[in-house]
């Protein structure tokens, strides 16, 4: 089934299916996403690391589909029923669900009411009705009394044939199909307050939904979620309803679309004879008793599953962003993670990230030891050389953040900067078993200072050893199918590490575990190959990694960096299969490798064609050259600071028209939020940020953007700032409690901007948005 699916996956993906084919094979043959978008470009014709990573899971998709529809065609086949147009229908079923459709009525299932009639000979009663209406329901029926069946009566044997069309008609792949697609355009999501729930506490944070309905095709993903969460916790009660159907719940004397479909489809008329009505009736009842409920579960399960995938690709964006975030570098940095019972604490690291010192500190409530943490500090800073502060932003972090301040006046001349950093993850790194191997005799929580600290210096290297979905730059992560949520962070983290590379000399284990061809027990195994001979001189060292076979050579030497190892080519990308090519360009050019490295006068009057071959084509010769360019080069941002309002340290501070600096956090499809250094982010919602209309925030900003905003409302009662980045936008200087969003947002988070303004015009103020949502 190959050429099938390769065609198809062209289609999708607007490529050409002899690029999909080679793609397919790559794949198969064990190569890695980031190897093959890196490394084998002529073979793929350029696909992108984005294009095969959904080719990877559509593949899966794909090859699963076609596995079920050859199990399917066995079964049919076996049971003597598969007909040529059967045959035709299944082979050409594109989706599982339409699969399902065509095989239900072949399928074995446990012993059905209709089934049972059939054993009892009522079938020919129902055909009879169906074909002829004339005949009187009671009068036919009494020829199939079979009381030793349970079928003792005219009532209960027209029972039975009314179950034997409602299966027949429910089982009609066709008529389902059209169903359907009608509920998914015609479908409505009514939601109203569970009985009981209208006053409970913890039901106010789904008091938008307590009376609330939209078009099943309209709700966005945030907004799903949040009434699956309030369904699942009992405090909502949802359900699918087709837009014609009456508000109340109470059914019409006229059949709805749905029940009309199903009378036409069965070739049913009410012309007033005899056995119309009754056969008017089990059509109703097939919409009713058998299908409605299935199409609800059904269509309600796409919505979540559309919504799980749009939450899940928002995470990853998030999680991209925050790790291809700017490094400080190495430099000698402390970590403070703020307290206040508990202490300061504090982590000295070196340029490296190794852990020098660590002390606890206690300058808040109840010590208030403010000049004593003040000289345990400053001491520090004198003893190691720190260049960097790194505090965290939980609790008492604008009050930490002060007292860095007052240490870098005292010690001005070492130029010491001090950043409030994201602490997200530190604990669960702290409780970490890889923490308990790296720091064994240290406290746990003097773990996340150290934590804190390194993640300044390089954010992708100490992310890495944390959980991605405990980073916190997701939506409803909880409610989301984990296993998904997993392998699509994972990628993520593979292709970040990828992208940037790491020195094969100083990496973690869990960095080089991320590496295209490793895992943990090659990563194990070349820390401790390292440890015991030393670093290693070259990528070709490697070699001698136990069970680091050729295969796994090929596929990990690209990302890996020898920077000070006898090989000049061995920091750069260039990977050592393609050395050959380089050692042309030196004899072409008579210079040696370090002298040709960073000359970008000599490498920009190259002519890649000329030293292209059969095995390297123009993509890797223009990738080499400009890779000797810039060596080594990181693609991640020039590191920035954000600086943070003196004086503005909670909500209470805020003020509307006040203009901040801050930073973004966590982007969603609704908006984005952004650390203002008040201990709540603040939303800013699609609406508001940008002076033009724009759909997705990511077209705008990303997790880790340092921005200015202007604060247009706070609701001190809910914790919840709305910002924007329409600076000419005005304030809202009346509270407002009621333009929150149907949307719950992220645990810990505020709650997205109103539905109404999600539509709002670009020109339109925020403030207007929201005055809209009140209406």
């Known amino acids: 089934m190959l050429p099938s699916i390769a065609h198809r996956l062209a289609a999708e993906l607007g490529a050409q299916p002899r690029q999909i084919i080679a793609a397919i094979e790559l794949l198969d043959g064990g190569a890695t996403v980031p190897f093959i978008a890196r490394y084998r470009k002529e073979v793929t014709e350029g696909l992108d690391d984005t294009q095969l990573r959904n080719l990877e899971e559509r593949l899966g998709y794909l090859r699963e589909l076609e596995d079920r529809r050859a199990a399917v065609l066995a079964s049919i086949e076996e049971q003597g029923k598969l007909t040529p147009q059967l045959r035709h229908d299944i082979e050409h079923a594109e989706a599982k669900q339409r699969l399902e459709d065509l095989y239900l009525p072949y ?443 050729d295969k796994t050579f090929e596929q990990c030497a690209g990302f890996l960096r020898v920077n000070d190892g006898s090989n000049p080519l061995d920091r750069s990308s260039v990977h050592p299969e393609a050395y050959p090519v380089v050692e042309k360009i030196l004899a072409d050019v008579q210079k040696k490798a370090r002298e040709l490295i960073g000359d970008s006068a000599t490498l920009k009057n190259l002519d890649a064609k000329k030293y292209t071959d059969e095995r390297f084509g123009l993509p890797t010769v223009q990738d080499i050259l400009l890779e000797l360019d810039k060596p080594g080069r990181d693609p991640r941002p020039e590191f920035k600071t954000a600086s943070f309002r003196e004086g503005v340290e909670a909500i209470k501070d805020l003020e509307p028209g006040m203009l901040l600096e801050g930073v973004v956090t966590n982007v969603t499809n609704f908006g984005a939020f952004v650390d203002i250094g008040v201990h709540q982010d603040g939303l800013v919602h699609v609406s508001a940020i940008a002076n033009r209309f724009i759909k997705d925030p990511a077209e705008v900003v990303k997790a880790g953007d340092i921005v200015k905003v202007k604060v247009v409302e706070i609701d001190l009662a809910r914790k919840r700032i709305a910002l924007t980045m329409r600076l000419s936008d005005e304030a809202v200087r009346k509270p407002n409690t009621d333009a929150d969003s149907r949307g719950n947002a992220p645990r810990g988070k505020p709650a997205a901007a109103p539905r109404a303004a999600e539509k709002a015009p670009a020109n339109n103020a925020f403030a207007a948005a929201l005055a809209r949502a009140k209406r």
């Open 107 to 549: 399928k074995q299932k446990r012993r059905t009411k209709a089934q049972i009639a059939r054993e009892a000979g009522i079938e020919p009663l129902a055909d009879a009705l169906l074909t002829d209406p004339t005949l009187k329901p009671e009068d036919a029926a009494a020829a199939y009394l079979n009381a030793d069946a349970g079928f003792a009566d005219a009532k209960a044997v027209l029972d039975g044939a009314r179950q034997i069309l409602m299966e027949r008609f429910a089982e009609n792949a066709a008529l389902v199909g059209s169903l359907r697609e009608y509920v998914s355009e015609h479908g409505v999501v009514r939601v109203e307050v569970a009985e009981g729930k209208e006053n409970d506490q913890e039901a106010a944070k789904f008091r938008d939904y307590f009376k609330y309905s939209e078009k099943l095709g309209n709700i966005p993903s945030h907004r799903a979620l949040a009434l699956f969460r309030g369904r699942n916790e009992e405090f909502l009660r949802v359900k699918l309803a087709l837009d014609t159907d009456p508000e109340d719940g109470t059914r019409s004397p006229e059949p709805n679309p749905c029940e009309r479909k199903i009378l036409v489809a069965a070739g049913i008329r009410d012309q007033g004879r005899a056995a119309d009505k009754w056969l008017v009736d089990t059509a109703r009842w097939t919409w009713s008793v058998k299908l409605a409920l299935s199409m609800d579960l059904d269509l309600m399960g796409k919505l979540r599953e559309r919504a799980e995938e749009e939450a899940i690709r928002v995470f990853a964006q998030n999680l991209k962003a925050l790790l291809l975030a700017a490094p400080a570098g190495p430099r000698v940095t402390m970590g403070l993670d703020p307290g206040i019972r508990t202490g300061v604490k504090v982590a000295v690291v070196d340029a490296t990230g190794k852990l020098l010192d660590t002390a606890t500190i206690y300058p808040h409530e109840p010590r208030k030891d403010w000049d004593g943490s003040l000289h345990a500090l400053a001491k520090l800073v004198e003893k190691h050389g720190v260049q960097l502060i790194a505090i965290g932003n939980g609790t008492a972090s604008r009050e930490t953040d002060k007292l860095a301040g007052e240490v870098i006046k005292r010690t001005a001349p070492a130029k010491v900067t001090s950043i409030v950093v994201s602490e997200a993850g530190a604990s669960v790194y702290s409780a970490s078993e890889l923490a308990a191997k790296e720091f064994p005799e240290l406290d746990v929580s003097l773990r996340g200072a150290v934590s804190i600290a390194r993640r300044l210096q390089d954010p992708l290297a100490e992310l890495v050893k944390i959980e991605p979905k405990a980073i916190g730059v997701g939506q409803y992560q909880h409610d989301l199918n984990q296993s998904k949520l997993a392998k699509s962070l994972d990628a993520v983290v593979e292709d970040c590490v990828n992208a940037v590379g790491v020195d094969v000399n100083t990496a973690s284990v869990a960095l080089l575990t991320r590496i295209s061809g490793l895992n943990t027990t090659l990563a194990q195994n070349i820390v401790a190959h390292r440890d015991a001979n030393g670093a290693f001189a070259s990528r070709a060292a490697l070699k001698k990694v136990p069970r680091l076979g």
